[in-house]
């Protein structure tokens, strides 16, 4: 384990858990990569829980952060009408929460993207002013025209492109489908702005698309989230604009070496949530590949590294990767190595020791199994497939219980009734709620930490 600490600069540090022993022949190392950032202005090592916990700004020095939040505009937001009015006091309470000095701005969404503060082509500059001018201009949403996503991210990564500041960071509300733009707009919006901010996404409501509102919280490297009821809309953008209040370093790379002859088989984010990273990878010079992991503040967070070296005797040994946190320069010189780790492998004629399943490894490999039986055995649901989608959440079940992810167990009850769940044996509930299916759509993602 590694560490890096500098002014201003959270101190960063890597673990990395494995079973390094390969039988004879053996060829595949699995690591989980442990990263975790404290200090460096934030809340050291204390999760953000409450305003009281966002670092305060210090006047005459400029900030570090720029937010924009999109706000649907959309004619559905009119049904019912305390949906728009909900999305307006989520934006103000949203606005209550800025750092004094954040830059920030609000766009209204249809199938246009409008700036509706400040409106001049730039971004305002926290303070008590122009927060209430912001809530002021906010009494001016009204719900009306289509939705097209993908115009509302174009014109916050302009807006936040031009603010000098070390993170950029989104919020985007919707409460329908994408329906006025073709699916490839959005997808090449989002191309565009992947690495420029991050961004969350919420869904209100039951009338949108699951998986184009996790996609573009997956490619901005953001959190998605359902707001069933636009009522916890408020206090659901307030823990949001904390958390977003809460970052101090952003643009961080997992960077992965290898000698020659390991490939890289898969990087994968594996808590808080299941992210696959392996097709984000860009070139870091000779066999070294940098994975963004968008934005930090206090946090820790869990990597799968799966690589296949070459194939060695028994007794040898060698490096399989070297893992390092990388920070580029933003002024084009030498990145800073924030932290490093090494994976390992080694063969060995001990059977025991060869066969030995890493507990974390373990444990991530079966979240990440659990997230996928989830996704399958919901569209197996859709489709009409009951005995697909039976086996499929019986399995999910049984992965919940075993790991103890007792917020996805809950979720899975509302859409099976569970017999048994160490065999996974459940049956399809005969009606589900709309709400309770997108919830565990959305949060199919969602893991625990392994237990120490």
């Known amino acids: 384990m590694a560490n890096f600490s500098k002014s201003n600069v959270p101190q960063f540090s890597v673990?990395?858990?494995?079973?390094?022993?390969?039988?004879?022949?053996?060829?595949?190392?699995?690591?989980?990569?442990t990263v975790t950032s404290t200090g460096g202005g934030t809340t050291g090592g204390v999760p953000l829980s409450g305003a009281a916990a966002t670092p305060t700004h210090v006047p005459g020095q400029a900030s570090k952060a720029a937010v924009v939040i999109m706000v649907d505009c959309s004619g559905s937001m009119d049904y019912p009408p305390t949906k728009m009015r909900n999305a307006r006091d989520a934006t103000a309470a949203a606005i209550d929460t800025l750092r004094d000095g954040t830059s920030f701005a609000v766009v209204g969404g249809t199938h246009v993207a409008k700036e509706v503060y400040p409106g001049n082509?730039?971004?305002?500059?926290?303070?008590?002013?122009?927060?209430a001018r912001a809530k002021e201009a906010l009494r001016a949403l009204s719900a009306g025209g289509g939705t097209a996503i993908g115009t509302w991210l174009r014109l916050t990564d302009r807006l936040?492109?031009?603010?000098?500041?070390?993170?950029?960071?989104g919020i985007l509300l919707t409460d329908g489908r994408n329906e006025h733009e073709a699916p490839e707009d959005l997808r090449a919006a989002l191309e565009s702005c992947a690495g420029r901010f991050t961004c969350d996404a919420r869904g209100v409501g039951t009338d949108w698309e699951v998986k184009?509102?996790?996609?573009?919280?997956?490619?901005?490297?953001?959190?998605?989230?359902?707001?069933?009821?636009?009522?916890?809309?408020?206090?659901?953008?307030?823990?949001?604009?904390?958390?977003?209040?809460?970052?101090?370093?952003?643009?961080?790379?997992?960077?992965?070496?290898?000698?020659?002859?390991?490939?890289?088989k898969f990087v994968k984010q594996v808590a808080p949530t299941v992210v696959d990273l392996t097709d984000r990878r860009t070139g870091a010079g000779p066999r070294a590949g940098d994975y963004p992991t968008g934005s930090w503040g206090d946090e820790s967070r869990d990597y799968h590294v799966c690589v296949q070296v070459p194939e060695a005797g028994i007794g040898q040994e060698m490096l399989a990767s070297r893992v390092s946190l990388i920070l580029p320069d933003p002024s084009?010189?030498?990145?800073q190595t924030l932290s490093q780790g090494l994976v390992r492998a080694v063969w060995t004629e001990d059977m025991v020791a060869s066969t030995s399943i890493n507990p974390q490894v373990a444990h991530y490999t079966g979240q990440a199994e659990l997230a996928q039986v989830i996704q399958q055995g919901l569209d197996a649901r859709k489709?009409?497939?009951?005995?697909?989608?039976?086996?499929?959440?019986?399995?999910?079940?049984?992965?919940?219980?075993?790991s103890g992810n007792e917020d996805t167990a809950k979720l899975l009850s509302k859409v099976v009734?569970?017999?048994?769940?160490?065999?996974?044996?459940?049956?399809?509930?005969?009606?589900?709620?709309?709400?309770?299916?997108?919830?565990?759509?959305?949060?199919?993602?969602?893991?625990?930490?392994?237990?120490?």
């Open 160 to 169: 936040l492109g031009a603010a000098d500041v070390e993170i950029r960071h």
């Open 212 to 264: 184009e509102v996790t996609a573009i919280a997956s490619a901005l490297l953001g959190t998605a989230d359902i707001v069933a009821d636009p009522a916890g809309l408020a206090a659901d953008f307030t823990q949001m604009m904390e958390n977003a209040m809460g970052k101090e370093v952003a643009d961080v790379a997992l960077r992965l070496w290898t000698p020659v002859g390991v490939e890289i």
């Open 417 to 452: 009734d569970v017999v048994d769940a160490a065999t996974g044996t459940v049956r399809l509930k005969a009606k589900v709620a709309e709400a309770d299916s997108m919830t565990l759509e959305t949060r199919s993602t969602k893991t625990v930490r392994v237990k120490k």
């Open 332 to 335: 084009g010189g030498a990145p």
């Open 15 to 33: 673990e990395v858990y494995q079973n390094e022993y390969l039988p004879e022949g053996g060829r595949e190392v699995n690591a989980i990569v």
């Open 121 to 131: 082509g730039g971004l305002a500059v926290a303070d008590a002013r122009t927060k």
């Open 383 to 402: 489709s009409g497939d009951f005995d697909g989608a039976t086996a499929k959440l019986g399995r999910a079940v049984q992965l919940a219980s075993a």
